[in-house]
């Protein structure tokens, strides 16, 4: 089990990167559906099977294979991958590497600071919210900023 672990975890960080420097938006979301599958197999193999389940189905069964109909309906064309290209530069990546880098670090604090067990337990909403929005809750407004920014962003990309 732990083998399967590493191994999905290896997929889903190898498929995220091939999603961010694919030019081709279809392989790119084809990458993304496959990261989501592998994600819902780390949740299987830490003891949620409710969790994978709902990551297989909801993720990549429904909203990534919309996303991948709607872009082959678009029919981009060569065009758009050549403007892509040229917007994939090293300055666009300053931002999100800044923040995902303090993501790591805070993930590393809290992975040093706590001794734990890979093993069934069971877990709350209610011990998870405070958690969350407690000791970690400089982890979680990072993310949403980074989410905002990948918003923002997609806003200005699709703007025209």
């Not at 790591?104 to 890979?118: K, P």
Request: hydrophobic share 65%; net charge neutral; aromatic share 10%.
């Amino acid at each position: 089990m732990t083998t399967l672990f590493y191994l999905a975890g290896a997929i889903a960080i190898l498929s995220t990167c091939a999603v961010i420097v694919q030019t081709n938006i279809v392989h790119a979301l084809l990458y993304l559906i496959l990261s989501l599958l592998s994600v819902a197999v780390v949740f299987y193999t830490l003891g949620a099977p409710f969790a994978a389940v709902l990551e297989a189905i909801v993720y990549a069964g429904a909203i990534m294979v919309l996303f991948l109909f709607v872009i082959m309906m678009l029919n981009m064309g060569q065009h758009t991958r050549q403007q892509e290209r040229g917007w994939l530069t090293a300055r666009v990546f300053i931002a999100p590497a800044i923040m995902a880098a303090l993501l790591l670090a805070q993930l590393l604090n809290v992975m040093s600071q706590v001794d734990y067990e890979l093993g069934l337990t069971r877990v709350g909403v209610l011990e998870v919210s405070a958690l969350l929005f407690g000791p970690y809750v400089l982890a979680v407004e990072l993310a949403s900023i980074l989410l905002l920014a990948g918003l923002v962003s997609a806003y200005h990309l699709a703007k025209k």
